[in-house]
């Protein structure tokens, strides 16, 4: 069955950084696209950064461009999101989604049908 | 900037009513990109609705999506008390993937 596994989630001060990892499990993995997803206190969702299903191409929500950095890593099945310059309102439960996929020549986007349990992260002195 | 305006931003209902919940979106685009997500406290969101009016696997046939262009709509007929939750509708092709505000249904 499919499975996705974040960890990594933790406190950490204004500024510094934190990495966290989605481990995926259950289907194959080299031909989905992988979102993070997050959620603020009292908030909505808010999509973060995706990574493309070979690895190619990174997208990221203005809010953490050029702070965050999305990676795929196909020995291990995960992807990860390195988020730096970290600031409290970054402070959210971080969730990893299955994305659309690319197959035979074609690309087919079905919607976020998958999600991990999310990890929360904390910024604050 | 692409924005989707959901309303009502709180609905109250009793169950066996009907909820309509509307996703208003600020530039026209192709429904096949069209979701809608219910999410609970503590749990992973769920896809309800892909392609603005395919249901996703294991979801009853109480949930509909319909829509098209800037206008989308999720109908749940015959409410249960197990449907309280905040309900976002996403446009999930092209960066970035946004979510809308979210629509919090509560079941008297």
């Known amino acids: 069955q499919v499975q996705l596994v974040e960890s990594g989630g933790g406190v950490v001060q204004p500024g510094r950084s934190l990495r966290l990892s989605c481990a995926a499990s259950?289907?194959?993995?080299?031909?989905?696209?992988i979102h993070w997803v997050r959620q603020a206190p009292g908030k909505g969702l808010e999509w973060v950064a995706a990574?493309?299903?070979?690895?190619?191409?990174?997208y990221y929500a203005d809010s953490v461009k050029g702070r965050f950095a999305i990676s795929k890593d196909f020995s291990m099945n995960t992807v990860s999101l390195q988020m730096n310059g970290l600031r409290a309102d970054d402070t959210a439960v971080y969730f990893c989604a299955r994305g659309g996929y690319c197959s035979g020549g074609g690309c087919f986007y079905l919607g976020f049908a998958y999600w991990g349990q999310g990890t929360l992260v904390t910024v604050s002195a | 900037e692409f924005v989707l305006t959901q309303s009502p931003g709180t609905l109250s209902l009793s169950p066996g009513e009907r909820a309509t919940l509307s996703c208003r979106a600020s530039?026209?685009?192709?429904?096949?990109?069209l979701g809608w997500y219910q999410h609970k406290a503590g749990q992973a969101p769920r896809l309800l609705i892909y392609?603005?009016?395919s249901r996703a696997t294991g979801i009853p046939d109480r949930f509909s999506g319909s829509g098209s262009g800037t206008d989308f709509t999720l109908t749940i007929s015959r409410l249960e008390p197990e449907d309280s939750a905040v309900y976002y509708c996403q446009r999930y092709f092209y960066p970035p993937y946004t979510f809308g505000q979210g629509t919090k249904l509560e079941i008297k």
């Open positions: 530039q026209s685009f192709s429904s096949t990109y």
């Open positions: 259950g289907f194959t993995f080299s031909i989905y696209a």
């Open positions: 392609g603005a009016s």
């Open positions: 990574i493309s299903y070979d690895g190619s191409k990174e």
